[in-house]
């Protein structure tokens, strides 16, 4: 049985600094593409970032280009992917999700929500200006 556990959010000033993590426990051999979509109140999810199994195909939002950097640890039998926020900004506040899907291709990635079939609870991100 996967599991996927979100963490890391909390209250920070405009400008500053937080990483998630996002640890996909319970895998078997199979490969996992992973993403971080978001929530804010009164908005639709949307996608953040993305990265494939092998690590080498990563996909951002615009709106968080160059701020955001996402990456991946498998040294253990858990996988862990963090997303690294940089330079963050009010309208950044959100709830964020971490999501995995089973995928045969170790290269695959994908924005859309609906690919992902695990996820985790979120983890509340708030910037205040």
């Known amino acids: 049985q996967v599991q996927v556990v979100d963490s890391g959010g909390g209250l920070v000033q405009a400008g500053g600094s937080l990483r998630l993590s996002c640890v996909v426990s319970g895998r078997t051999f199979s490969s996992y593409a992973v993403g971080w979509f978001r929530r804010s109140p009164g908005k639709e999810r949307e996608f953040v970032a993305a990265i494939s199994d092998s690590g080498i195909t990563r996909h951002y939002a615009e709106s968080v280009k160059g701020r955001f950097t996402i990456s991946r640890d498998s040294a253990n039998a858990d996988y862990t992917v963090y997303l690294e926020m940089d330079s963050l900004r009010p309208e950044d506040t959100a709830e964020y999700y971490c999501?995995?899907?089973?995928?045969?291709?170790?290269?695959?990635?994908?924005?859309?929500?609906?690919?992902?079939?695990?996820w985790g609870q979120g983890t509340q991100v708030t910037v205040s200006s």
């Open positions: 999501a995995s899907k089973e995928v045969v291709k170790v290269n695959t990635i994908s924005v859309v929500d609906t690919f992902y079939d695990y």
